[in-house]
């Protein structure tokens, strides 16, 4: 059994797909495939539910996962320890971030750290705010930084930036014209919203709910940009934080402010509870909060 092949296992059952995997990873599908089936070949078991459009884990393939995590964590402390023992300043942080965030303030937070510590190295993992979590539980990345709020029985949680909840519409709609509008303005609308991998899925649910309508979602997806194409071509209207809005260059997107209820979106900067912590990853929260809050 391979290393190699645990890996490739594991990048499959995280995204359930062969192929969502390969545009993660700098693996090919087929490369993918055949660890797969290599593995399950030596462990005499099937590690997929391949009846689904999604791979679902088997029995065995849970059992495989689990312990695979286990030890891909032990290796990754090592590491981690050896390096700090011996008082070097180099290693890797593994960070988790939902697209829309890495688009807002990563590549400031990779400039900013670089200049410090240009020997330790940031990996960025974009995925939304549900499975990033899963990561840190299972110690396959350092830290990450979600939309709020996140089990503080599970993570260590400090509260990093806050912005407020805007509507994104097309220029011509019949609502463009209004200074505000509040959520029952949009209950006969269509909603394009992110996919439900993201906590911003359930929120602007849930927010709509709490005013007395569900949604009716029309699109949904896990970019930001292609939100707003959508938006732009009157395929329905999204609520997105007011920052993203000078991130793009649309001319039919307008932008108009809700109100009662104005909604927050809150993030916050994650880490598993007792895990131990790199002096790479000490420096990095410590940048964080310093510079960037």
């Known amino acids: 059994m391979e290393l190699r092949d645990l890996k490739s296992f594991i990048e499959v059952a995280n995204h359930k797909s062969f192929t969502h995997a390969a545009e993660h990873s700098f693996l090919t599908q087929p490369s993918l495939s055949k660890s797969v089936k290599k593995l399950e070949h030596e462990l005499g078991v099937e590690l997929f539910d391949r009846s689904t459009r999604h791979l679902y884990l088997t029995d065995a393939g849970h059992i495989v996962y689990q312990q695979s995590q ?146 009716s979602i029309s699109y949904q997806s896990s970019q930001w940009d292609l939100i707003i194409e959508l938006v732009s071509s009157r395929l329905g209207i999204t609520l997105l934080p007011k920052s993203i809005f000078d991130r793009q260059n649309n001319k039919n997107i307008k932008m108009i402010p809700l109100e009662n209820p104005t909604l927050y979106w809150k993030l916050g900067v994650i880490t598993k509870k007792d895990a131990y912590q790199s002096f790479a990853l000490k420096e990095f929260l410590n940048m964080l909060f310093t510079e960037f809050t």
Request: aromatic letters at 10%.
């Open 70 to 215: 286990k030890a891909f964590a032990a290796l990754s402390e090592l590491n981690v320890l050896l390096d700090d023992l011996r008082n070097i300043v180099v290693g890797e942080i593994k960070i988790g971030i939902p697209p829309l965030i890495g688009t807002l303030f990563f590549p400031k937070i990779a400039q900013q750290f670089y200049k410090k510590y240009p020997d330790i190295s940031l990996e960025l993992v974009e995925l939304g705010a549900k499975l990033i979590g899963r990561l840190i539980e299972d110690a396959q990345i350092d830290v990450g930084i979600v939309v709020l709020p996140a089990d503080e029985t599970k993570f260590n949680v400090v509260p990093f930036i806050q912005d407020e909840f805007v509507l994104f519409i097309h220029k011509d709609h019949n609502l463009a014209q209004k200074t505000t509008v509040t959520l029952q303005d949009l209950k006969d609308e269509k909603f394009i919203l992110f996919t439900n991998d993201f906590t911003l899925h359930d929120y602007i649910i849930q927010a709509c709910e709490g005013q007395g309508f569900t949604p």
